[in-house]
Structures are given as C-alpha cells and as structure tokens.
C-alpha cells in the first residue's frame, strides 16, 4: 500500500494554501468576545482571541491597522472583526488577520459617522482656533429648525423674555428624515444672504440617534461651517453630541441654553453697563488726579524756573546800572566838577583858546547852574 508522507512545513503550507483557497484572501466579518487581549508590544501590534460559548480563534491587528480603530478592545468586549483568515507556518496556528473593529450592536452608519468625523477632523473643521465669539448684543437672530416643533417654543420663549427688542428669524426645516439634510442647507442659505444679522442657531429636541441623523450629515455639516456669522448648535439631549455641534462656534445642551447664550438679559445687561459706568468714573477720577499732580509739579518747577530767571535778570540790571552810574558823566558833577559851556551856543568847553574875553559862559554844577564871563585865560603848551 503506498502512501505520502509529508513534512511538518509541507503539511502547514497545505493547510494554509486550502484556508486561503476556501476563504479566497478576502475580507470576513466575524463577531466574538475579545479574550486574552495583549496590546502592551513595543512593535503596537495586538495579539487577542475571539471566542463565543462553543470555541475560540486566535486573532492578530497590526500596528498599521489598530491605528484606524477607534478605541482600545478588553477582555469580555463582544465585538466584530473585519479580519483575513491566515495561517502561520511556523507555529502551524491558524488565525485571523484583523484590518476592521467595531463594538457589537454598533453597525455600519455608526462606523461610516466615525471615518466622516475623522475626515472632518483632519481638514480642521473642528478646530478650536477657528471657533467665533458669539456678538455682545444681538438684534436680528436666525433659527434653523422645524416650526413646529418644542425646539422654536423654546427659543423664542426665552429671547422675548431675556430681551423683547430681539428680532427672530425662524428659516423652517425638516428636522428628520431623508430629506431633513437638504432643507437643512437651505435652511441656512435663506439666513446666509441677511446682511444684519448677528448670529445663527441650528436645534431641535431630543431624539434617537436615527432622529439626529440629519444633523450627522456632511453637507449639513460644511454649510454650518461655511456659515459668514457665528453658529450655535443645540441638537437632542446634553449627552447627545453631533457633527453639527462640533463644527459649530458654540455648542449648547438644549434649546433654552441655546437661546441664553445667544441674547443677553436685559437686566444683566444694564447691571454691566452700571458697572462700566463705575469703572469708568473711576478712571477717569484718577486721570484728573494724576494730571493735577503732574501739573502742581510742572507748576512748582516754572516758578522756581521763573523765579531764577528773574533773580538772574536782576542780578544783571544792577550790574548794568552800577556801570551806567559810574559812566554817567552827571554823576562827576557830584564830586565837584563843573561842565562848562558856552552860553551862546551851547558848546561845551574843552581848551580855553577858543573862548574870548568877556564871552558869556554857563557852569553845570552838581546841583544847579552858574553864569560868569571870561576874565582871562592861561592856554597850557601844546604837547
């Protein structure tokens, strides 16, 4: 009787070339508890097993792979696994080769939102930078929503009674259903093409997560981030947290909060400006304060400035005058000196060659003036 006889590595590479025939290479989905998790590698691969009540199956996600899985498995976490069966000849183990996870009961449009969330992430729609601030004060205010729904009661509600001069614009939308996204964006385009408007505000109530759908959607979710004002989003429940919310400049839990942060009470806001008042007084209190000392100091400083100018100037005028004293030639006349000039014509008389005898003459004295003739003169020789 004749008979084959094969190797341990022939006999593994046979297994593994029928598994892969029989499954084809491609992609399977298998659902099973994770047991025996071991994610602790430096390399970032996973090593797990998937088991069910009646048997188990060894189970491997590469690095490259686990990266794109949304969070980390645990031991008695029922999931499903987009895998390829392989086998490792080495060991001759059989095993799955796992490219996909998700948690069980989760299926495919809640994976298809957490790649839509990825891809918006990665193009900075929910970047925090570019969030807006919401206006001081509104006037006109847009309301995405349906018009008959507890979502508008509730937002007009509470802006009429936080501030009644607040005008609401209701542009009217379908909420849910499949053609909730639509009107949804052209909802928003009729508030876009306001020039005086102030902000935006997207609600509805609370719901299934197949009644928000609509405001998971992607062209919902560009238009609300294309939106020229500020955008409030206020969909479902406090827990519930949609696309919608993360690209909007400020997400509020309910409809009233909504409404809240969109206008300011009345009262609050009076109550600010009593207290800018009150500041304002103060500073401007203070800055009359400074400047009079500054003043009181510049005016010290130009007295002592003037006050030495003067002394100063003082000191000189004596100087001067005491000079134009000794130069006065008056002030000769007080030592007993005399000026002497001729009465006729009022020449002063400096040699006594020109004087004639008997020729009238006028004494300047110190004090008063006195007439003679001329007797006699005595010339003195000529140098």
């Not at 109530?205 to 989003?233: C, H, M, T």
């Not at 007993?336 to 020729?359: M, N, P």
Request: charged content about 30%; hydrophobic content about 35%; aromatic content about 8%.
């Amino acid at each position: 009787m004749s008979r084959r006889i094969y190797s341990v590595s022939e006999l593994n590479s046979s297994i593994k070339d029928a598994i892969e025939f029989e499954f084809g290479g491609e992609t399977i989905w298998v659902s099973g508890e994770v047991s025996g998790f071991k994610g602790h590698y430096a390399s970032g691969h996973w090593y797990f097993s998937l088991k069910d009540d009646k048997s188990q199956i060894s189970a491997a996600c590469f690095r490259r792979d686990n990266q794109q899985i949304k969070f980390t498995p645990e031991n008695g976490m029922d999931v499903i696994c987009g895998a390829r069966v392989g086998v490792y000849e080495k060991s001759g183990i059989y095993q799955l080769y796992v490219s996909a996870m998700e948690p069980k009961g989760v299926g495919a449009d809640a994976l298809a939102l957490e790649k839509l969330k990825q891809k918006l992430l990665e193009e900075g729609l929910f970047d925090v930078s570019k969030k807006r601030p919401l206006p001081f004060l509104s006037r006109k205010i847009g309301v995405v929503t349906s018009p008959s729904g507890a979502a508008v009661r509730d937002v007009i509600k509470v802006v009429y009674r936080r501030s009644p001069n607040v005008e609401v614009i209701i542009s009217p939308a379908s909420v849910q259903g499949d053609s909730a996204p639509n009107e949804i964006e052209r909802a928003l385009e009729r508030l876009y093409d306001m020039e005086d408007l102030d902000l935006v505000i997207v609600t509805r109530g609370g719901g299934s997560k197949e009644d928000l759908k609509a405001f998971n959607d992607e062209g919902v979710a560009r238009k609300i981030a294309s939106s020229p004002f500020p955008v409030i989003s206020a969909v479902g429940h406090e827990v519930d947290v949609t696309i919608a919310d993360l690209v909007s400049d400020v997400r509020a839990a309910t409809p009233s909060m909504a409404a809240e942060l969109a206008v300011r009470e009345k009262k609050e806001i009076l109550e600010d400006l009593a207290q800018f008042r009150r500041r304002l007084d103060f500073s401007l209190t203070s800055r009359i304060d400074m400047f009079s000392m500054q003043l009181d100091g510049l005016a010290t400083s130009f007295r002592h400035h003037m006050t030495s100018r003067i002394e100063n100037l003082e000191r000189r005028i004596e100087n001067y005058s005491g000079k134009l004293t000794s130069l006065n030639p008056f002030g000769v006349l007080q030592r007993g000196y005399a000026i002497v000039s001729k009465e006729k014509s009022g020449e002063i008389v400096q040699d006594s060659r020109t004087l004639e005898h008997k020729e009238k003459l006028v004494l300047r004295l110190g004090k008063g003036r006195a007439f003679c003739s001329v007797d006699g003169t005595e010339n003195e020789p000529q140098a």
